[in-house]
């Protein structure tokens, strides 16, 4: 069974950074496409970034400079750096992991709140 834990989320004051961290169980990371998604209330969930098995990383314009996403495939975990956050990175934000021809996962989220 394939499990994703989220963690790390915070509140945080405008321009502070934080990491979050997705730990991945019955799924290698190095060999499935896993990425970050976002939703605030009353909006769809939103790519932020994606780190793929081949180690191909891209982001949203938006948050693009500022985030970056990395992997320890010893830990099958994958880690999302925030940067310079603002007052719109606020929301929940989920991993997601993908694999051709295998179900999509997603985690339960985790709180990011950036205060002005």
Same mark, same amino acid.
């Given at each position: 069974?394939?499990?994703?834990?989220?963690?790390?989320?915070?509140?945080?004051?405008? &321009? !502070?950074?934080?990491?979050?961290s997705c730990? =991945?169980? @019955? +799924?290698?990371?190095?060999?499935? $496409?896993?990425?970050?998604?976002?939703?605030?209330?009353?909006?769809?969930?939103?790519?932020?970034?994606?780190?793929?098995? &081949? !180690?191909?990383?891209?982001?949203?314009?938006? =948050?693009? @400079? +500022?985030?970056?996403?990395?992997? $320890?495939?010893?830990?099958?975990?994958?880690?999302?750096?925030?940067?310079?956050?603002?007052?719109?990175?606020?929301?929940?934000?989920?991993?997601?992991?993908?694999?051709?021809?295998?179900?999509?996962?997603?985690?339960?989220?985790?709180?990011?709140?950036?205060?002005?």
């Amino acid at each position: 069974q394939v499990r994703l834990v989220e963690s790390g989320g915070d509140l945080v004051q405008t &321009g !502070g950074s934080l990491r979050l961290s997705c730990a =991945v169980s @019955g +799924r290698p990371i190095g060999r499935s $496409d896993t990425g970050w998604y976002r939703q605030v209330p009353g909006k769809q969930r939103e790519m932020v970034a994606i780190i793929s098995s &081949g !180690g191909t990383t891209d982001y949203a314009d938006s =948050v693009r @400079g +500022r985030f970056n996403i990395s992997r $320890d495939n010893a830990k099958n975990t994958v880690y999302l750096q925030m940067n310079s956050l603002n007052p719109e990175d606020t929301a929940v934000y989920y991993c997601n992991s993908r694999r051709p021809l295998n179900p999509t996962y997603w985690g339960q989220g985790t709180q990011v709140t950036v205060s002005s």
